[in-house]
Every structure is written in structure tokens, then in C-alpha cells.
């Protein structure tokens, strides 16, 4: 591929992250939006104006047959990612796509196998990848600055589901999946728990349950992060889970503990990893994504504050701004976003990936990870082995 020219860039589902989808790639300065697909030409139009993107298609194939477009992102409810993103593998294009890759584990294993026979760049964006300090938090552990990891912890709240007159599609199997909470964002939890600590997730032993079980809704989903859809009588029975724990067990023998939920009023998007290592532990928590925590026993634990100059590794090149300036979740984002492009440029060869990068083979071993929870939960509380590719 030609590393000069402009690339195209078409999105498919301008929903709720579709904003910060067009925002990443504008950043970038290269890439030009050339169109978006929704669900009818109407509603595409409407869309494209209010994001102000030239052209709309009203069918993603329409969209993804567009010679001007080299990249599609994905950005459409659960239940139509594999159709998008499968019709897009089939023309040639690179596809970004949102979490959690497709609906079920077989589906996510055909696209990561379609990607790799297309030849192109296969991007999820688990996005606190993105972040400068999960990084420095990845070099640290990798350099065996804190030890051999040992236990492994933490939690995803939000609370913008709290209100039985908040509905979404999420709580719908046909359209979500089986899972609502874990898949939403438990999945982010499990893969920068792995991507940080470096270790993989054996097995699972799951306790699911519905905190809300009828929510109310005026027949359309609420956008995500709503706090409430004003009247509406229809009721909705829930049987996905929206507050999950977890037990873990890693490969190396280290142990684990999770929670995912987003019924927990005054838990934004409260998203917090802790390893613990024999030397020292290390917390990250996306609310206060510019420091690190950096636990002792024997002396005073640290904080690590956002500083390119002391920052190691992929981190430093992911701090854009000096010590003292904060950044933020659209900045780890456009990291993310940056990568994605780099690898496009590169012709998505597999050696030339950027390291930080999610392919649709994390997306797959997420699928994973979240089916062996399910199972887990189904047989009564048992532990679960994740399955193998």
C-alpha cells in the first residue's frame, strides 16, 4: 500500500461512540470520512448532517462497495456485526471494529479467520489500551519491576442503567447477546487485565445476577449513558446479568477477582486493575487515568504521575502532552485510532502490528473468556476451564 496517500474512511452505525469514532480519524489528519451507513436513508442523512459527514447510505453494503473507502469501523449494535463486518472482509476493506466482536464465540472465530485470509488490518478497539499509564503499567511488569504477578483484581461499575425506565438493546439477547454487563464491559475489564498483566485467563468460577429485572421503555433503546427515557409503558422482562463477580485463575498460577456492573448509582465508568506482584502492586483506575499507583510493603508506596520523560516503552509515545496536562479518554482513544491506521498503511501485515493493538483474534479470545463465564454461572457456580482456539 501506498504510505502517502490519503486513506478513505467509512462508518457503519453512527450511534453513541460513532462521535469519537470521526473525531480519532479527523485528528489524525490524513484519513478523510467519506461516508456513513445507518438504518435507513433517512435517519443516515440526518446522522451525516448532524456529524457532519458529506455523504450517507441508508445499507452498509452500499457503503462498503464505496471505491473511496479503504477502512470501515463498525460501529453498529451487537446482532449486525458479523454481517457488517464479514461483507466488509469480503470486498477487501480494513474494518475497526467496537467490542464485543460478533454475538457468539463461533461467530467471532469465522471473522477472526476471515481477516487473517483477507490480508488486512483487523482492529477491536478495546480502547484503555490507549492509555499512556497501562502502558508504563505493562513495560513495569514485563520488566519484572513488581515481580511475578500473584493476584490480580479489580472492577467495572456504572450506574447509567440504574433506573427501570432506562432500557437498551444491550438487555435484549437478540440484539445484544447472552450477556449484557460482561460483554458491555466486562470484556474491557478482562482484556487489559491480560494485555497488563501478560498473563491469560485458565479459568472462571462466575456468580451472575439481575439486579433489575423489568425495565420500561417508549418501544426505542436508550442511548448509552442516558439516565432515563421519559414515560414509556412497555414493559421488558430482563434475564441477562447487569452486576456480575468472578473469580480468576491465570496460567501462571496466579489468582483473580472481578466485578462487572452498571446498576451501582454514583459509579460513572468507574474502571479500576490492580496486579500484585512479590515486590510491589500496581493500580490503574480510568477515572484518574494520569497516575499510577505503586504499592510497598517495606517503604512508602508512590504515585506515579503522567510524565513522557520518565514513561517507558509504547507509553511514551502515548502521552502527547508534558507533565502537568492532563489527558483523557479520547486521547487513549486516538491511540488506539493512530495504531489502527498505522497498520492500515502497512497493509495490515501481521509483523508490522503495533504491540498494543487488539486484533480480532483478542476479540475472539474475549468471546471466550466472557462464553466460559456464562458457563460457569449456568452449571451453578463451577469452575470453568476458557476454552482453547
Not at 274 to 295: I, Y
Request: charged share 20%; net charge negative.
Amino acid at each position: 500500500m501506498n504510505t502517502n496517500k490519503r486513506l478513505g474512511m467509512g462508518l457503519v452505525g453512527p450511534g453513541f461512540i460513532a462521535a469519537h469514532h470521526l473525531d480519532a480519524v479527523r485528528r489524525l489528519g490524513d484519513v478523510d470520512v467519506i461516508a456513513i451507513a445507518g438504518s435507513s436513508d433517512d435517519s443516515a442523512r440526518r446522522k451525516a448532517k448532524e456529524l457532519k459527514v458529506a455523504r450517507s447510505y441508508g445499507r452498509y453494503q452500499d457503503l462498503v462497495q464505496d471505491p473511496a473507502v479503504d477502512v470501515i469501523h463498525n460501529t453498529t449494535p451487537n446482532h449486525l456485526h458479523f454481517a457488517v463486518t464479514m461483507a466488509a472482509l469480503g470486498a477487501g476493506k480494513h474494518v475497526i471494529s467496537d467490542k464485543p466482536l460478533a454475538m457468539t464465540v463461533e461467530e467471532a472465530r469465522q471473522l477472526r479467520d476471515a481477516a487473517v485470509k483477507a490480508g488486512v488490518a483487523h482492529v477491536v478497539t478495546f480502547n484503555y489500551r490507549g492509555n499512556p499509564l497501562v502502558q508504563h503499567a505493562r513495560a513495569m511488569i514485563a520488566r519484572a519491576e513488581i515481580g511475578a504477578p500473584t493476584f490480580v483484581q479489580g472492577h467495572y461499575l456504572q450506574d447509567w442503567m440504574t433506573d427501570p425506565h432506562v432500557y437498551s438493546w444491550r438487555s435484549d439477547p437478540d440484539k445484544g447477546g447472552a450477556s449484557s454487563a460482561l460483554g458491555d464491559i466486562g470484556s474491557h475489564w478482562c482484556d487489559l487485565a491480560e494485555h497488563v498483566a501478560g498473563l491469560r485467563i485458565q479459568s472462571v468460577l462466575a456468580d451472575l445476577t439481575t439486579v433489575v429485572p423489568v425495565r420500561y421503555s417508549g418501544g426505542e433503546s436508550a442511548e448509552a449513558f442516558a439516565q432515563t427515557v421519559a414515560g414509556g409503558g412497555i414493559r421488558h422482562e430482563i434475564h441477562s446479568e447487569d452486576l456480575a463477580t468472578v473469580l480468576l485463575r491465570f496460567e501462571n498460577g496466579a489468582k483473580g477477582c472481578f466485578t462487572a456492573a452498571q446498576v451501582l448509582p454514583g459509579h460513572k465508568n468507574d474502571l479500576r486493575l490492580e496486579v500484585n506482584g512479590r515486590a510491589a502492586s500496581l493500580q490503574w483506575r480510568q477515572e484518574h487515568q494520569n497516575e499510577l499507583w505503586l504499592g510497598h510493603a517495606a517503604r512508602p508506596s508512590e504515585l506515579i504521575v503522567k510524565d513522557p520523560s520518565i514513561l517507558a516503552g509504547d507509553a511514551r509515545r502515548f502521552a502527547h502532552l508534558p507533565a502537568g496536562h492532563q489527558e483523557s479518554w479520547s486521547d487513549a482513544f486516538f491511540n488506539v485510532i493512530a495504531d489502527a491506521y498505522d497498520w492500515v498503511r502497512e497493509g495490515g501485515a501481521p509483523a508490522a502490528k503495533p504491540a498494543p493493538t487488539a486484533t480480532f483474534d483478542d476479540g475472539y479470545r474475549s468471546h471466550r473468556v466472557i462464553d466460559a463465564i456464562l458457563k460457569s454461572h449456568a452449571a451453578g457456580g463451577a469452575w470453568q476451564t476458557v476454552a482453547n482456539p
